[in-house]
């Protein structure tokens, strides 16, 4: 029987609980000091960068971060940001084509597209974790960033009835305290080793779309290299919109489009054994979610227009509004009765 919960408030930090911190032993995490949002505005790093900060220095610990699929010819084709109702639009072509490709969710969007989650689910398609409200993880304590995870972790599961493997820093921000938390909560971390830069075109007028295609064009000839794992957006109109012209442009090439777990070996995408306990005076859901109605995040690293050379992060403001909205799938009066019943005798959650 399905049923409504509350969720956080959209695009905001998650409440930090108990039951998701435990899950964690953080003597066991590196104690790298959390940075201030006012050093990433101004892309100050840490220096020296003692551990190891991909998003600044491009340190890169081999034995954990994944940034390309490892065998020629293999590429990973990633849309970070949804699901959105672009997303159903790349669903169709994919489905089409029988491509599967690796989607990196937040969970302030899954609340609000929870059946866009599912078709790309029972589609075949990689879905990876994204954060909740989209911060720069290196300005977050360590009980933020375990509530970010596990709270994007248990939306999906609510949706879909699995939790992720595979986790995608927002902005590519992250060092070795990041690495330390999702390890032990059972991330692999995937970045990327060609940006797009496709979300520059929701705002900046000078980006020209043409530029996305042409990025393709030139990494697909590179030689010697491993596969690729490439960043595109799902979010935003025109970004989504260049998705098939790219995936035609690869696969021309002779690359082999593939989720990121297939093209580093491992078809199983999700946790076997994955914990996400339920918060206090709450109630899990499956497939449908109570949705805050608001403005879509933005999105991925301000890096410059040179392809592979993603840059600092610059933190986006969040747009909202206080209008709710309650998605269903068709629900009988016998059911909202008992809903109905729970709110009355069940505290709200906070």
Same mark, same amino acid.
């Given at each position: ?49 003692? #551990? ?11 034995? +954990? ?43 302030? =969007? ?8 599912? =078709? ?25 960033? *375990? ?9 999906? @599961? ?15 921000? %992250?060092?070795?305290?990041? =690495? ?6 059972? #991330? ?16 900046? @007028?000078?980006? @020209? ?6 990025? %393709? ?7 010697? @290299? ?9 979010? #935003? ?9 790219? *995936? ?44 805050? +109605? ?10 410059? +227009? ?45």
């Amino acid at each position: 029987m399905n049923s409504i919960r509350n969720w956080p408030p959209l695009d905001e930090p998650p409440p930090i609980l108990a039951e998701y911190t435990k899950l964690v032993d953080l003597s066991k995490v590196a104690n790298a000091a959390v940075r201030t949002i006012s050093d990433v505005n101004i892309g100050k790093c840490p220096n020296p960068d003692e #551990y190891c900060h991909w998003g600044c220095t491009q340190c890169v610990r081999n034995q +954990t971060d994944i940034i390309t699929c490892p065998n020629v010819g293999d590429w990973g084709i990633t849309l970070d940001d949804g699901p959105s109702p672009q997303t159903t639009a790349i669903l169709d072509f994919l489905e089409a084509q029988n491509i599967k490709v690796t989607f990196f969710v937040v969970g302030s =969007r899954v609340v609000e597209y929870p059946e866009i989650l599912q =078709r790309a689910y029972k589609l075949g398609h990689q879905i990876g974790v994204h954060t909740w409200s989209h911060p720069s993880l290196t300005t977050q304590t360590n009980e933020q960033v *375990i509530s970010e995870l596990q709270w994007t972790a248990e939306v999906i @599961k609510a949706a879909i009835g699995v939790v992720p493997s595979y986790m995608r820093p927002p902005y590519g921000d %992250f060092d070795d305290r990041i =690495r330390g938390i999702c390890e032990q909560l059972g #991330y692999k971390i995937v970045t990327w080793d060609s940006d797009t830069n496709d979300w520059r075109s929701n705002t900046d @007028k000078t980006f @020209k779309l043409s530029w996305i295609e042409g990025n %393709f064009t030139e990494w697909v000839k590179q030689p010697g @290299k491993p596969g690729h794992i490439s960043l595109e957006h799902d979010l #935003y109109k025109g970004a989504a919109a260049q998705v098939p012209s790219v *995936i035609n442009i690869v696969t021309k090439a002779g690359y082999k489009v593939k989720p990121v777990g297939t093209c580093l070996g491992n078809d199983n995408f999700y946790q076997s054994n994955a914990t996400t306990p339920v918060p206090p005076n709450s109630t899990a859901s499956t497939t449908s979610l109570l949705a805050y +109605t608001n403005t879509p995040t933005s999105s991925t690293p301000a890096s410059s +227009t040179t392809p592979n050379t993603p840059k600092n992060p610059t933190p986006s403001s969040h747009s909202k509004s206080t209008s709710f909205a309650i998605k269903s799938n068709n629900f009988d009066n016998f059911l909202w009765s008992i809903i109905i019943g729970a709110i009355l005798f069940t505290p709200t959650f906070l």
